[in-house]
Protein backbone atom coordinates (compact mmCIF):
# COMPACT_ATOMS: atom_id res chain seq x y z
CA UNK A 1 0.00 0.00 0.00
CA UNK A 2 2.98 2.25 0.97
CA UNK A 3 4.06 2.38 -2.88
CA UNK A 4 0.94 3.31 -4.13
CA UNK A 5 0.69 5.61 -2.36
CA UNK A 6 3.66 7.07 -3.11
CA UNK A 7 3.06 6.64 -6.57
CA UNK A 8 -0.43 8.42 -6.58
CA UNK A 9 1.08 11.29 -4.84
CA UNK A 10 3.67 11.16 -7.23
CA UNK A 11 1.07 11.62 -9.84
CA UNK A 12 -1.46 14.22 -7.94
CA UNK A 13 1.82 16.73 -7.70
CA UNK A 14 2.71 15.76 -11.34
CA UNK A 15 -0.94 16.53 -11.95
CA UNK A 16 -1.22 19.92 -10.17
CA UNK A 17 1.70 20.96 -11.46
CA UNK A 18 0.93 20.65 -15.22
CA UNK A 19 -3.04 21.87 -14.73
CA UNK A 20 -4.33 23.83 -16.82
CA UNK A 21 -7.61 25.02 -18.28
CA UNK A 22 -10.44 27.31 -18.04
CA UNK A 23 -12.78 27.75 -14.87
CA UNK A 24 -15.67 26.66 -17.43
CA UNK A 25 -13.96 23.07 -18.50
CA UNK A 26 -16.43 20.65 -16.85
CA UNK A 27 -13.33 18.05 -17.41
CA UNK A 28 -10.77 20.09 -15.84
CA UNK A 29 -12.70 20.60 -12.65
CA UNK A 30 -13.57 17.27 -12.39
CA UNK A 31 -9.49 16.28 -12.18
CA UNK A 32 -8.34 19.13 -9.90
CA UNK A 33 -11.63 17.63 -7.49
CA UNK A 34 -10.15 14.06 -8.17
CA UNK A 35 -6.86 15.12 -6.89
CA UNK A 36 -8.25 17.20 -4.35
CA UNK A 37 -10.19 13.49 -3.03
CA UNK A 38 -6.84 11.39 -3.48
CA UNK A 39 -5.14 14.22 -1.22
CA UNK A 40 -7.87 13.65 1.27
CA UNK A 41 -8.32 9.71 0.84
CA UNK A 42 -4.42 9.68 1.31
CA UNK A 43 -4.59 12.17 4.55
CA UNK A 44 -7.28 10.52 6.34
CA UNK A 45 -5.44 7.25 5.58
CA UNK A 46 -2.32 8.59 7.40
CA UNK A 47 -4.27 9.37 10.59
CA UNK A 48 -3.80 4.89 11.25
CA UNK A 49 -0.66 5.01 9.06
CA UNK A 50 3.03 6.50 10.49
CA UNK A 51 4.86 5.66 7.60
CA UNK A 52 2.13 6.91 5.32
CA UNK A 53 1.67 10.38 7.44
CA UNK A 54 5.46 10.99 7.16
CA UNK A 55 5.07 10.29 3.56
CA UNK A 56 2.33 12.57 2.72
CA UNK A 57 3.59 15.26 4.88
CA UNK A 58 6.76 14.84 2.49
CA UNK A 59 4.15 16.51 -0.66
CA UNK A 60 3.39 19.82 0.04
CA UNK A 61 -0.03 20.92 -1.53
CA UNK A 62 0.88 21.87 -5.24
CA UNK A 63 -1.91 23.74 -5.76
CA UNK A 64 -1.84 25.72 -3.04
CA UNK A 65 2.56 26.71 -3.90
CA UNK A 66 1.09 27.39 -7.14
CA UNK A 67 -1.41 29.75 -6.10
CA UNK A 68 0.73 31.74 -3.34
CA UNK A 69 3.16 31.96 -6.87
CA UNK A 70 0.58 33.24 -9.05
CA UNK A 71 -0.36 35.62 -6.76
CA UNK A 72 3.51 36.61 -6.33
CA UNK A 73 3.70 36.99 -10.38
CA UNK A 74 0.00 39.17 -10.24
CA UNK A 75 0.81 41.36 -6.99
CA UNK A 76 4.59 42.60 -7.28
CA UNK A 77 5.93 43.04 -3.81
CA UNK A 78 6.28 46.53 -5.52
CA UNK A 79 3.13 47.21 -5.70
CA UNK A 80 0.99 49.70 -3.60
CA UNK A 81 -1.10 46.68 -2.11
CA UNK A 82 2.44 44.79 -0.48
CA UNK A 83 4.49 47.73 -0.11
CA UNK A 84 2.56 50.26 1.45
CA UNK A 85 -0.46 48.44 2.35
CA UNK A 86 1.62 45.55 3.91
CA UNK A 87 -0.95 43.29 2.14
CA UNK A 88 0.58 39.00 2.66
CA UNK A 89 0.57 36.22 0.32
CA UNK A 90 -2.25 34.10 2.43
CA UNK A 91 -1.00 30.26 3.37
CA UNK A 92 -3.95 28.92 1.82
CA UNK A 93 -5.19 30.87 -1.12
CA UNK A 94 -8.74 30.10 -2.70
CA UNK A 95 -9.10 29.52 -6.22
CA UNK A 96 -9.73 33.54 -7.11
CA UNK A 97 -8.22 36.47 -6.75
CA UNK A 98 -9.00 40.09 -6.86
CA UNK A 99 -7.13 42.56 -7.34
CA UNK A 100 -8.83 46.13 -6.47
CA UNK A 101 -7.00 49.04 -8.25
CA UNK A 102 -7.18 52.38 -7.59
CA UNK A 103 -6.11 54.94 -10.38
CA UNK A 104 -4.02 52.21 -12.03
CA UNK A 105 -2.38 51.13 -8.86
CA UNK A 106 -2.81 47.94 -7.09
CA UNK A 107 -3.77 48.84 -3.93
CA UNK A 108 -5.23 45.77 -2.38
CA UNK A 109 -6.16 42.05 -2.92
CA UNK A 110 -8.68 39.33 -1.64
CA UNK A 111 -9.17 35.69 -2.40
CA UNK A 112 -11.83 32.98 -2.19
CA UNK A 113 -12.83 29.76 -3.09
CA UNK A 114 -15.86 30.73 -5.50
CA UNK A 115 -16.93 33.55 -6.84
CA UNK A 116 -19.79 34.08 -5.10
CA UNK A 117 -17.37 34.61 -1.63
CA UNK A 118 -15.19 37.17 -4.07
CA UNK A 119 -18.23 39.23 -4.58
CA UNK A 120 -19.26 39.08 -1.03
CA UNK A 121 -15.43 39.89 0.03
CA UNK A 122 -15.44 42.76 -2.56
CA UNK A 123 -19.06 44.25 -1.19
CA UNK A 124 -17.75 44.31 2.09
CA UNK A 125 -14.38 46.01 1.45
CA UNK A 126 -13.88 49.53 2.39
CA UNK A 127 -11.38 49.96 -0.18
CA UNK A 128 -11.24 53.12 -2.08
CA UNK A 129 -11.06 51.76 -5.79
CA UNK A 130 -11.44 52.32 -9.20
CA UNK A 131 -11.48 49.16 -10.53
CA UNK A 132 -10.84 45.29 -9.89
CA UNK A 133 -9.21 42.36 -11.78
CA UNK A 134 -9.94 39.02 -11.62
CA UNK A 135 -7.76 36.17 -11.52
CA UNK A 136 -7.82 32.39 -11.48
CA UNK A 137 -5.51 30.68 -9.84
CA UNK A 138 -6.05 27.30 -11.14
CA UNK A 139 -5.04 29.04 -14.59
CA UNK A 140 -0.96 29.23 -15.46
CA UNK A 141 -0.51 33.05 -16.14
CA UNK A 142 1.12 33.02 -19.16
CA UNK A 143 -2.50 31.76 -20.48
CA UNK A 144 -4.60 33.73 -18.83
CA UNK A 145 -5.95 36.84 -18.77
CA UNK A 146 -7.70 39.08 -15.95
CA UNK A 147 -11.44 39.37 -16.26
CA UNK A 148 -12.37 42.72 -15.55
CA UNK A 149 -15.15 42.72 -12.70
CA UNK A 150 -17.26 45.27 -11.09
CA UNK A 151 -19.68 45.36 -8.14
CA UNK A 152 -22.72 47.31 -9.45
CA UNK A 153 -25.58 48.77 -7.09
CA UNK A 154 -28.80 49.24 -9.23
CA UNK A 155 -31.78 50.56 -6.31
CA UNK A 156 -31.83 47.82 -3.83
CA UNK A 157 -29.58 44.93 -5.07
CA UNK A 158 -25.98 44.69 -6.07
CA UNK A 159 -24.31 42.39 -8.31
CA UNK A 160 -20.90 41.18 -8.78
CA UNK A 161 -20.00 40.65 -13.13
CA UNK A 162 -17.00 38.73 -13.89
CA UNK A 163 -16.12 37.72 -17.42
CA UNK A 164 -19.21 39.20 -18.11
CA UNK A 165 -22.03 37.51 -16.62
CA UNK A 166 -23.64 38.25 -13.15
CA UNK A 167 -22.08 35.59 -10.25
CA UNK A 168 -23.25 37.27 -7.65
CA UNK A 169 -26.16 39.07 -6.44
CA UNK A 170 -27.41 40.56 -2.92
CA UNK A 171 -30.59 42.69 -1.84
CA UNK A 172 -29.46 45.86 -0.36
CA UNK A 173 -31.17 48.03 2.66
Not at 48 to 71: H, P
Not at 81 to 88: K, V
Not at 98 to 107: M, P, Q, R
Amino acid sequence: MFNEAKDLLEAIKKFEISTDGDSDDEEHDSAVEMAAAARAFLAQTAERNVELAELVDQFEDTTLKLRRERIDYYLSERSVARADNEYQIPDKPGRYLAIEKNDGDFVWAMDADTLEELAMALDESETSRTGVEVWDLDIDPAGSEASAAQLTPVENVAGFYANGKCVWASERD
